[in-house]
């Protein structure tokens, strides 16, 4: 491995030792509005800052929903919206299907990137497939994102969604839908939020971070190491420049 790429906030560097690996892939989820992509437009600054060679597209990003803001890279750097030539580092494929996705891999070794980044990983899979063949879809390219992060020695980083599903061990007793309450021996299981598509991803993820609010009023956020376990918190904010401590 070649060491790590730093994200430029202290609390999440200390959680995922010192930074963005090299060699690895690292699954970010979380719900929507706790800075998955936020977390992506920042260690695409940080790794256009650290290029030693302009003439290398550091970064491929490869964006699945449209969620891609040159300027908010340029924002983060802190630099004028004039520095095109920092945002020419970047290659991004906009994909509108898996097969777009999916290529956008296989030319990986053209580029040699340093950071690829997908944002969201499953989304598109999630459209275009169905049952086992959406697993075994996803699979695939997940192995295949794995093989470019270990021979190309690129950091790897992709975004995944949560979908509320119901327990399994939890039940609460007389719940009420639409103000309904059910009988007395009918039971409704609570739900909970899990990474769509989890058990898939966790297979070929090297890492896995979790995204969460930690203070709606703040807002504060906090990310989770949960692969490798750690038992330790990030605390986070998103700011003009990107994912800091709060």
Do not use: W
């Amino acid at each position: 491995m070649e060491g790590v790429l730093p994200t430029g906030c202290k609390a999440f560097d200390d959680l995922i030792g010192g930074g963005i690996h090299y060699g690895l892939l690292t699954d970010i989820y979380g719900e929507s509005g706790t800075g998955k992509s936020q977390f992506c437009f920042t260690i695409c600054a940080r790794s256009v800052e650290f290029n030693e060679n302009p003439e290398r597209k550091t970064v491929v990003f490869v964006d699945t929903a449209g969620t891609f803001r040159p300027e908010r890279i340029v924002e983060i750097l802190g630099v004028d919206q004039g520095r095109n030539d920092l945002l020419e580092r970047i290659l991004v494929v906009r994909a509108l299907s898996t097969h777009d996705q999916v290529d956008a891999v296989e030319r990986l070794p053209r580029y040699n990137p340093r950071l690829v980044i997908i944002d969201d990983v499953a989304s598109l899979f999630s459209s275009e497939y169905i049952g086992a063949a959406r697993h075994l879809a996803l699979m695939k390219h997940l192995h295949d994102l794995s093989l470019a992060a270990i021979n190309l020695s690129c950091a790897v980083v992709i975004t995944n969604m949560v979908r509320n599903v119901p327990s399994l061990d939890q039940k609460t007793r007389n719940p009420k839908i639409d103000g309904i309450s059910l009988g007395q021996n009918e039971t409704m299981p609570n739900l909970e939020s899990r990474e769509f598509m989890g058990t898939s991803v966790s297979i070929y993820a090297h890492m896995k971070l979790m995204l969460k609010v930690a203070n709606p009023n703040g807002p504060i956020f906090k990310g989770l190491l949960l692969q490798p376990l750690r038992k330790k918190e990030a605390y986070y904010r998103i700011s003009a420049n990107g994912i800091t401590d709060i």
